[in-house]
């Protein structure tokens, strides 16, 4: 690999569309700078927040996790950092992301809140997609997960008394779902894919995306030249069954031939969601669960009642 573009030593990363090379120090110092300007020019995090961060145990979360612990120390904003991990139940492979969470929590000395869906929805994820095939529901794992497990960071953020939610979605995760609601015409979803995500809802707990303009493999760099990166399988194996998936495998495709092509995917969607604000998101509140909601009916208990596992009686449709 190349030389450092700013102090010639060995390059570790090479970012083509700017024909620059990094070293270690100065790809971290890259990292940051990226980082806390997400943050400033987005408001992120105010004085004396109480930062709730999802860390599903992946190399992205232990990163923010790690990122922001180290920032706070800087910043002197008096905040309060707590971990929360959302155990879904999946076997073989939430019990070990588990314990890498708590270990790096640990070490940094920050609190874990752990919360299951077998404790809030009665079933875990396994059990759920189990009778969705019995009942021939036309959903793939990854739409109960992603709906139950956003109902819960919100739900248990809030009960802990956060005052703001960061989830470490990076760019790639970004431009992915901004494609995915372009195919399906959901304008709605794309307007809600900002860095900071506020709803007049009083139970909403505002939601951010420190990651937003890193690329998914800055991310990764970072967790292992900070020595985060599991060694083992962290990749959950319901998401090759994903159309996300295949998303990701394009764009990743599209980029190696067309370098840089992901940030002006990403400059399309922040024009597309300066086109029209919508405070209105998530105002509703569910009838059936009174969490906060974009129809009268959560889509976490819409699909809970699909699936047989909670009675709407009180619901007309
Ligand atoms: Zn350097
Ligand atoms: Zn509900």
Same mark, same amino acid.
């Given at each position: 690999?190349?030389?450092?573009?700013?102090?010639?030593?060995?390059?570790?990363?090479?970012?083509?569309?700017?024909?620059?090379?990094?070293?270690?120090?100065?790809?971290?110092?890259?990292?940051?700078?990226?980082?806390?300007?997400?943050?400033?020019?987005?408001?992120?995090?105010?004085?004396?927040?109480?930062?709730?961060?999802?860390?599903?145990?992946?190399?992205?979360?232990?990163?923010?996790?790690?990122?922001?612990?180290?920032?706070?120390?800087?910043?002197?904003?008096?905040?309060?950092?707590?971990?929360?991990?959302?155990?879904?139940?999946?076997?073989?492979?939430?019990?070990?992301?588990?314990?890498?969470?708590?270990?790096?929590?640990?070490?940094?000395?920050?609190?874990?809140?752990?919360?299951?869906?077998?404790?809030?929805?009665?079933?875990?994820?396994?059990?759920?997609?189990?009778? $969705?095939?019995?009942?021939?529901? %036309? *959903?793939? +794992?990854?739409?109960?997960?992603?709906?139950? =497990? #956003?109902? @819960?960071?919100?739900?248990?953020?809030?009960?802990?008394?956060?005052?703001?939610?960061?989830?470490?979605?990076?760019?790639?995760?970004?431009?992915?779902?901004?494609?995915?609601?372009?195919?399906?015409?959901?304008?709605?979803?794309?307007?809600?894919?900002?860095?900071?995500?506020?709803?007049?809802?009083?139970?909403?707990?505002?939601?951010?995306?420190?990651?937003?303009?890193?690329?998914?493999?800055?991310?990764?760099?970072?967790?292992?030249?900070?020595?985060?990166?599991? $060694?083992?399988?962290?990749?959950? %194996? *319901?998401? +090759?069954?994903?159309?996300?998936?295949?998303? =990701? #495998?394009? @764009?990743?495709?599209?980029?190696?031939?067309?370098?840089?092509?992901?940030?002006?995917?990403?400059?399309?969607?922040?024009?597309?969601?300066?086109?029209?604000?919508?405070?209105?998101?998530?105002?509703?509140?569910?009838?059936?669960?009174?969490?906060?909601?974009?129809?009268?009916?959560?889509?976490?208990?819409?699909?809970?009642?699909?699936?047989?596992?909670?009675?709407?009686?009180?619901?007309?449709?």
């Amino acid at each position: 690999m190349a030389n450092c573009s700013i102090c010639s030593k060995q390059a570790i990363y090479v970012i083509k569309s700017g024909g620059l090379a990094l070293c270690k120090k100065h790809f971290l110092e890259y990292f940051d700078r990226k980082v806390r300007r997400t943050i400033r020019k987005n408001k992120l995090f105010r004085k004396n927040e109480h930062i709730v961060i999802a860390v599903s145990g992946g190399k992205d979360s232990l990163s923010l996790l790690h990122y922001t612990v180290n920032l706070s120390k800087r910043a002197r904003m008096g905040w309060r950092i707590t971990a929360l991990t959302i155990d879904e139940g999946i076997s073989g492979y939430r019990d070990y992301t588990i314990k890498r969470v708590e270990e790096l929590s640990s070490s940094l000395g920050v609190e874990l809140k752990i919360a299951s869906f077998k404790d809030y929805f009665g079933y875990t994820l396994d059990e759920v997609v189990k009778i $969705s095939g019995e009942r021939g529901l %036309p *959903y793939l +794992p990854c739409t109960y997960c992603g709906v139950f =497990r #956003r109902y @819960l960071l919100n739900r248990v953020a809030r009960e802990i008394s956060g005052t703001v939610l960061a989830t470490a979605h990076h760019l790639d995760d970004v431009v992915q779902t901004y494609l995915i609601n372009i195919f399906n015409n959901n304008w709605s979803n794309i307007h809600k894919l900002t860095p900071s995500l506020t709803s007049i809802h009083k139970l909403f707990v505002r939601r951010v995306k420190p990651f937003y303009e890193v690329l998914e493999k800055e991310t990764t760099l970072y967790a292992i030249l900070n020595g985060l990166y599991p $060694s083992e399988r962290t990749e959950c %194996p *319901y998401a +090759p069954l994903s159309f996300r998936w295949q998303v =990701r #495998r394009v @764009l990743n495709y599209l980029e190696e031939s067309r370098p840089g092509l992901k940030y002006s995917t990403m400059k399309s969607l922040m024009e597309a969601t300066s086109l029209k604000n919508v405070a209105s998101s998530e105002a509703m509140t569910c009838i059936v669960c009174g969490e906060p909601s974009s129809h009268e009916v959560c889509k976490a208990c819409q699909l809970r009642a699909e699936l047989g596992l909670l009675e709407l009686r009180e619901v007309k449709t």
